[in-house]
Structures are given as C-alpha cells and as structure tokens.
C-alpha cells in the first residue's frame, strides 16, 4: 500500500510559481507510475501531468504543456510538479495519483485507473 501526502500549493499572482510535491510511503514506489490531476469548484477531475516508473517518459495534458514539469526522485519516494506562469485557470485542488498497474513505461491518463491518492493541496491564482 502506498500513502501520499501532497504539499507546496498556495496563492500566488497570476503568472507567478509554484512547486508541488507529494512524498509516498513504502518501498515500492519505484514500481508505481505516478500522476498529478486537479479539480476546480464544479468541474471533474483532470489529467495535468504523468510519469513512468523509471522516470523517463512524462505526458502533459495541452493546458499545462509548457509551463508545468513532472519529475520524481525514487531515491526520495517523491515527485514534484513545478508550475510556472500559472494562470487563474489553473486554480484547483490538486492531487497526485499512483497508478501501480500499468504496463512498465506506460502513463493512463484516467483517474479511475490510480490506486493510490493524496489528499490534495489547494493551489489559488488570482488575476
């Protein structure tokens, strides 16, 4: 079983930063791909970013392409979602996911295919 736990997430001006982490527990987090999704007041859960167990493929969902970058450190048990030149549509609570059933080197970007799920961090940008 894995536990996260996100962090980082705050109010800043639009086109500022912000850097998310989510630290896991256990041993096996090397094993699980990982995904940060959100979701804003009235809206459903979305994709933001993945990545791979080993940590060499990421995939963005267009929205954030550009401005927002997954990495992980398996050493750590931890992966991180710096967000840059945000903007007030990017205002939401934020999750981060383990997905422990994927084919090795493969990223799925549906939230009911994640075992595992923080308790989000409210990320706010105002115009």
């Known amino acids: 079983q894995v536990q996260l736990v996100e962090s980082g997430g705050g109010l800043v001006q639009a086109g500022g930063s912000l850097r998310l982490s989510c630290a896991a527990s256990g041993r096996t987090f090397s094993t699980y791909a990982m995904g940060w999704f959100r979701q804003a007041p009235g809206k459903e859960r979305e994709f933001v970013a993945g990545?791979?167990?080993?940590?060499?493929?990421?995939y963005y969902a267009n929205s954030v392409k550009g401005r927002f970058t997954i990495s992980r450190d398996n050493a750590r048990n931890t992966v991180y979602l710096p967000m840059n030149s945000l903007k007030p549509e990017d205002t939401a609570v934020y999750y981060c996911a383990a997905d422990g059933t994927t084919p090795w080197g493969q990223i799925r970007g549906r939230s009911n295919t994640y075992d595992y799920w923080g308790q989000g961090t409210q990320v706010t940008v105002s115009s």
């Open positions: 990545i791979t167990q080993n940590g060499r493929i990421t």
